[in-house]
Protein backbone atom coordinates (compact mmCIF):
# COMPACT_ATOMS: atom_id res chain seq x y z
CA UNK A 1 0.00 0.00 0.00
CA UNK A 2 0.74 3.74 -0.48
CA UNK A 3 1.13 5.98 2.61
CA UNK A 4 -2.01 7.53 1.13
CA UNK A 5 -3.66 3.87 1.28
CA UNK A 6 -2.55 3.52 4.54
CA UNK A 7 -3.64 6.77 6.09
CA UNK A 8 -7.08 6.50 3.82
CA UNK A 9 -7.58 3.03 5.70
CA UNK A 10 -6.50 4.64 9.30
CA UNK A 11 -9.06 7.04 8.74
CA UNK A 12 -12.01 4.86 7.80
CA UNK A 13 -11.00 3.18 11.21
CA UNK A 14 -11.15 6.18 12.82
CA UNK A 15 -14.54 6.56 11.57
CA UNK A 16 -15.88 3.42 12.05
CA UNK A 17 -14.76 3.21 15.96
CA UNK A 18 -12.02 0.63 15.62
CA UNK A 19 -8.74 0.95 16.76
CA UNK A 20 -6.71 2.92 14.38
CA UNK A 21 -4.09 -0.04 12.93
CA UNK A 22 -4.94 -3.68 11.38
CA UNK A 23 -2.29 -5.92 11.95
CA UNK A 24 -1.70 -6.66 8.37
CA UNK A 25 -0.77 -2.90 7.68
CA UNK A 26 2.07 -2.82 9.95
CA UNK A 27 5.84 -3.43 9.64
CA UNK A 28 7.26 -6.09 12.22
CA UNK A 29 8.81 -2.89 13.74
CA UNK A 30 6.38 -0.27 13.65
CA UNK A 31 7.19 3.36 15.59
CA UNK A 32 4.26 5.31 16.55
CA UNK A 33 5.02 8.39 17.93
CA UNK A 34 3.01 11.16 19.91
CA UNK A 35 5.30 13.56 20.66
CA UNK A 36 3.26 16.52 22.47
CA UNK A 37 1.32 13.12 24.10
CA UNK A 38 -0.89 14.52 27.83
CA UNK A 39 1.05 13.33 30.74
CA UNK A 40 0.93 10.23 31.54
CA UNK A 41 0.59 9.22 28.20
CA UNK A 42 3.53 7.29 25.80
CA UNK A 43 5.33 9.81 23.28
CA UNK A 44 6.54 6.37 21.62
CA UNK A 45 5.62 2.62 21.65
CA UNK A 46 7.56 0.28 19.09
CA UNK A 47 6.68 -3.39 17.82
CA UNK A 48 3.39 -4.24 15.77
CA UNK A 49 1.88 -6.04 18.92
CA UNK A 50 2.71 -3.38 21.10
CA UNK A 51 1.32 -0.51 18.89
CA UNK A 52 -2.02 -3.46 18.70
CA UNK A 53 -2.40 -3.58 21.87
CA UNK A 54 -2.06 0.03 22.84
CA UNK A 55 -4.41 1.37 20.17
CA UNK A 56 -7.47 -1.63 21.21
CA UNK A 57 -7.25 -0.83 24.77
CA UNK A 58 -7.56 3.00 24.30
CA UNK A 59 -10.33 2.96 21.75
CA UNK A 60 -12.05 0.45 23.54
CA UNK A 61 -11.49 2.68 26.67
CA UNK A 62 -12.15 6.47 25.08
CA UNK A 63 -15.18 7.65 25.56
CA UNK A 64 -15.50 9.56 21.90
CA UNK A 65 -16.95 8.34 19.20
CA UNK A 66 -15.66 9.82 15.99
CA UNK A 67 -17.55 11.57 13.44
CA UNK A 68 -15.95 13.12 11.36
CA UNK A 69 -12.30 13.94 9.94
CA UNK A 70 -12.00 16.92 8.38
CA UNK A 71 -10.07 19.87 6.32
CA UNK A 72 -7.52 17.08 5.36
CA UNK A 73 -4.76 17.84 3.16
CA UNK A 74 -1.80 15.25 2.43
CA UNK A 75 1.48 16.70 1.21
CA UNK A 76 3.51 14.49 -0.80
CA UNK A 77 7.42 14.15 -0.21
CA UNK A 78 10.40 13.63 -2.14
CA UNK A 79 10.48 10.20 -0.30
CA UNK A 80 8.17 8.53 -2.09
CA UNK A 81 7.36 6.54 1.32
CA UNK A 82 6.66 9.36 3.27
CA UNK A 83 3.56 11.86 3.82
CA UNK A 84 2.49 14.66 6.00
CA UNK A 85 -0.93 14.48 6.47
CA UNK A 86 -3.22 18.05 8.53
CA UNK A 87 -6.68 16.96 9.24
CA UNK A 88 -9.48 17.64 12.07
CA UNK A 89 -10.89 15.40 13.98
CA UNK A 90 -14.86 15.79 15.38
CA UNK A 91 -15.26 13.47 18.28
CA UNK A 92 -18.76 13.37 20.44
CA UNK A 93 -18.67 12.10 23.79
CA UNK A 94 -20.96 9.43 24.36
CA UNK A 95 -21.52 9.78 27.63
CA UNK A 96 -22.16 13.78 27.93
CA UNK A 97 -23.41 14.26 24.11
CA UNK A 98 -20.31 16.80 23.37
CA UNK A 99 -19.10 17.31 20.53
CA UNK A 100 -15.39 19.16 20.08
CA UNK A 101 -12.96 19.23 17.58
CA UNK A 102 -8.92 19.03 17.05
CA UNK A 103 -6.47 19.97 14.86
CA UNK A 104 -3.66 17.13 13.93
CA UNK A 105 -0.33 16.61 11.67
CA UNK A 106 0.51 13.64 10.70
CA UNK A 107 3.91 11.93 9.42
CA UNK A 108 3.32 8.78 8.01
CA UNK A 109 6.22 6.60 6.59
CA UNK A 110 5.67 3.18 5.00
CA UNK A 111 8.42 0.20 3.79
CA UNK A 112 7.16 -2.39 1.53
CA UNK A 113 3.86 -1.52 1.82
CA UNK A 114 3.02 -1.44 5.31
CA UNK A 115 3.26 1.28 8.46
CA UNK A 116 6.65 1.92 9.56
CA UNK A 117 6.47 5.19 11.39
CA UNK A 118 3.34 7.25 12.45
CA UNK A 119 4.09 10.69 14.13
CA UNK A 120 1.32 12.82 15.41
CA UNK A 121 1.35 15.83 16.62
CA UNK A 122 -1.85 16.58 18.47
CA UNK A 123 -3.41 19.96 19.52
CA UNK A 124 -3.27 18.61 23.34
CA UNK A 125 -4.54 22.05 25.09
CA UNK A 126 -7.99 22.02 22.72
CA UNK A 127 -8.50 18.20 23.44
CA UNK A 128 -7.96 18.35 27.13
CA UNK A 129 -9.99 21.64 27.53
CA UNK A 130 -12.71 19.77 25.49
CA UNK A 131 -12.25 16.65 27.60
CA UNK A 132 -12.38 18.29 31.18
CA UNK A 133 -15.89 20.03 30.09
CA UNK A 134 -17.19 16.98 29.04
CA UNK A 135 -16.24 14.45 31.38
CA UNK A 136 -16.84 13.25 34.66
CA UNK A 137 -13.91 12.16 37.11
CA UNK A 138 -14.09 8.60 36.10
CA UNK A 139 -13.84 8.92 32.63
CA UNK A 140 -11.35 11.36 33.06
CA UNK A 141 -8.95 8.59 35.06
CA UNK A 142 -9.66 6.05 32.39
CA UNK A 143 -8.94 8.98 29.63
CA UNK A 144 -5.46 9.55 31.04
CA UNK A 145 -4.96 5.44 30.98
CA UNK A 146 -6.05 4.81 27.49
CA UNK A 147 -3.42 6.06 25.35
CA UNK A 148 -5.54 7.63 23.23
CA UNK A 149 -5.09 9.85 20.27
CA UNK A 150 -2.32 7.66 18.14
CA UNK A 151 -3.41 6.35 16.72
CA UNK A 152 -4.25 7.10 15.88
CA UNK A 153 -7.67 8.37 14.79
CA UNK A 154 -8.19 10.48 11.29
CA UNK A 155 -9.20 11.40 7.32
CA UNK A 156 -9.22 12.74 4.07
CA UNK A 157 -11.08 15.05 1.89
Same mark, same amino acid.
Given at each position: &????? !? #? *??????????????????????? %????? #??????? =?????????? *????????? #?????? *?????????? +? *???? !? %? %????? +?????????????? #? !?????????????????????? !???????? &?? /??????????????? /???? =??
Amino acid at each position: &MTPTE !I #F *DRMRARWLANLPTYEADSLADDV %VVETP #FAAPGHP =TRTEGKQQVL *DWTRAGRAE #FPVRFD *DCRNVVVHET +V *DPDV !I %V %VEYEL +VGTHTTTGVTASAP #F !IGVLRTRDGKLAHWREYQHTLA !IAGHAASS &MT /PTTRRVARRSGVGAG /PRRR =TG
